[in-house]
């Protein structure tokens, strides 16, 4: 009989809470939207990891896989915008002086 | 030991390769990211990163069957990452009131800070006026050759004491306003202007002549009871730097077309 792992059991649990409370965070910080494919296909990998254990075990544990690459892809593309867009807002606030004296 | 792998083992360890790499590079630009924007969420991205990686790195193991435990060893940055990912969103609405909280209290700094600027040069200088124009009032009130001088000094000390006044209006004024922000209401444009044209022509002993040119009368604005200040202000300042005796002003409403 199949059995599902404890810890990763609780492992898609509390991942599911987290994307369940990401709309509110969402609507509290715009910025956050970039991060929510990322997670969605995190948590998915979870659940996938969990379903695999009792049925379909090859299919899903596939799907796990794609599901956690593209899933990290994402999560990374995102901070890689977030520190894009953070060098762009310091670029943009430093003094018109010292902009002068770099092209110099 | 990969020989005898199946293909789909293989394809599953080559996945969890490429998420473990793309995971590092998360971790390592997160850390660029926090150079840049010091804050906890900052810091909770990188343990989001840092857990997956080494999830995803000794998951490499487990696939290639490399190490036994890896299973085991892995399992509990599989919990770590979903736990950070519940504790980044509360603290990510934290840090934002926090944020919220610090530009109030920065927003009041500015306003302390203006109304203390706006007392300390403003009002000083009314004081100041009226002490020195009481100074020669006292000298000069002796001699009663001086009548027109301590007249002319009176009116001075009055135009200053009513300048203090205004000022004091203006002050109590600005301090309302921000609680009036949220009361806005939906206001006939064309009637408060009309009430402010009247009540200007009555305090002016000037020959003033208004048009008003509104494409419509019932334009509807939002906007709380210092609309009225607003029309005065500019009416009397149109009316008092206007040097002609036949003041003439016109006022035109027209349409602006915004972003299509």
Redesign the interface.
Same mark, same amino acid.
């Given at each position: 009989m199949p059995e599902l792992?404890f =810890? #990763?059991f +609780? !492992?898609?649990i &509390?991942?599911i =809470? !987290?994307?369940l +409370?990401?709309p509110?965070?969402i609507k $509290? $910080?715009k910025d956050?939207t970039k991060y929510l494919p990322g =997670?969605i296909l995190? &948590?998915l990998g979870?659940i996938f #990891?969990n379903i695999e254990e009792i049925f379909f075990h090859?299919l899903f !544990? *596939?799907l #796990?896989? @794609?599901s &956690? =690459?593209l899933? !990290? @892809?994402l999560? *990374?593309s995102a &901070?890689?915008i #977030?520190?894009n867009m953070? @060098?762009l807002k +310091?670029r943009d606030s430093q003094p018109i002086l010292k902009k002068i004296k770099g092209k110099k | 030991m990969i020989a005898q792998l199946t293909e789909i083992a293989i394809f599953e360890g080559t996945m969890t390769v490429i998420a473990s790499v793309i995971f590092f590079i998360g971790f390592v630009t997160t850390h660029f990211l926090y150079l840049k924007n010091r804050t906890i969420t900052t810091v909770m991205l990188i343990l989001l990163m840092a857990s997956g990686f080494l999830y995803t790195f000794t998951n490499i193991f487990d696939k290639f069957e490399v190490w036994q435990k890896a299973d085991e060893f892995g399992d509990p940055f599989i919990v770590a990452f979903a736990t950070i990912l519940v504790v980044m969103g509360l603290v990510v609405i934290l840090e934002e009131k926090l944020l919220t909280s610090e530009k109030n209290l920065r927003k009041q700094f500015s306003r302390v800070n203006f109304f203390r600027d706006l007392f300390s040069h403003d009002m000083s200088n009314v004081v100041q006026n009226i002490k020195s124009s009481l100074t020669l009032y006292y000298m000069k009130s002796k001699a009663p050759e001086n009548l027109k001088e301590t007249e002319e000094l009176l009116e001075i000390i009055n135009q200053q004491s009513l300048r203090g006044e205004n000022l004091i209006s203006n002050v109590r004024r600005i301090s309302q306003m921000e609680d009036y922000e949220s009361n806005l209401t939906s206001v006939e444009v064309f009637n408060v202007l009309n009430d402010t044209i009247k009540h200007i022509k009555k305090s002016f002993h000037k020959n003033i002549n208004i048009q008003l040119d509104f494409l419509d009368n019932n334009i509807k604005i939002f906007a709380n009871e210092f609309l009225t200040d607003l029309f005065e202000n500019i009416l009397i300042n149109a009316i008092m730097h206007n040097t002609n005796p036949n003041v003439e002003i016109q006022i035109k409403t027209f349409t602006e077309k915004k972003n299509n």
């Open positions: 792992e =810890v #990763e +609780n !492992a898609m &509390i991942g =809470v !987290a994307l +409370n990401f509110f965070l $509290r $910080r956050f =997670v995190m &948590i979870f #990891e090859h !544990a *596939t #796990e896989s @794609i &956690i =690459v899933g !990290a @892809i999560l *990374t &901070i890689i #977030e520190l953070a @060098i +310091n | -």
